[in-house]
């Protein structure tokens, strides 16, 4: 599957991942219609983490066979994405990423996931998208994308966001005291 230098490996990386995503995303959601809608009522987005592993799960196989090592596992942190949408939160989206190792540990570059998501219902408005970074360090990535995407740039990482979230919880229970 993939041979050569860091930049190339994780390009070809990226195009094998897309091509993955573009014929497996819909057939994806239809075989595990029942399964994701249910874990959706019980768990709300976690379900879209749910068809990330199955989407991507003979992705990792692939990689495994191919000497590879996300770190994270593909799709990526959650605590560490970014995620951002229309006001009526039916359109979001969230970046995920994984550093991609080859098998002497040494990083080849990052595989960047775009996640497009519904919050309103279990829906994806549209199929994931794929990035190919040489970036590797955390900073390095967050950097680039910011570059690439005001929207990324401005969003918070999700461990901000939910201590934000915690705290305006903790005021409005201060309040009615």
């Known amino acids: 599957m993939l041979a050569g230098r860091p930049a190339s490996v994780i390009g070809t990386l990226a195009q094998y991942i897309d091509a993955h995503i573009e014929s497996q995303w819909q057939v994806t959601l239809q075989n595990h219609a029942d399964k994701l809608q249910?874990?959706?009522?019980?768990?709300?987005?976690?379900?879209?983490?749910?068809?990330?592993?199955?989407?991507?799960n003979s992705v990792h196989k692939e990689m495994k066979e191919n000497g590879l090592r996300p770190s994270p596992r593909l799709p990526g942190d959650f605590d560490s994405s970014r995620e951002w949408g229309n006001v009526d939160e039916s359109d979001q989206q969230r970046w995920m990423w994984s550093t991609i190792h080859d098998k002497e540990g040494v990083p080849l570059g990052t595989i960047v996931l775009q996640i497009?998501?519904?919050?309103?219902?279990?829906?994806?408005?549209?199929?994931?998208?794929?990035?190919?970074?040489?970036?590797?360090?955390?900073?390095?990535?967050?950097?680039?994308?910011?570059?690439?995407?005001?929207?990324?740039?401005?969003?918070?990482?999700?461990?901000?966001e939910y201590k934000l979230y915690l705290q305006s919880l903790n005021e409005e229970q201060g309040g009615t005291n």
């Open 116 to 160: 497009f998501h519904d919050h309103t219902q279990f829906r994806l408005p549209r199929r994931p998208g794929v990035l190919a970074l040489s970036a590797t360090g955390k900073e390095e990535v967050v950097r680039v994308l910011s570059e690439r995407s005001v929207s990324f740039g401005q969003a918070l990482e999700f461990t901000e």
């Open 38 to 56: 249910r874990a959706y009522e019980e768990a709300g987005d976690s379900a879209y983490g749910t068809y990330l592993n199955l989407l991507l």
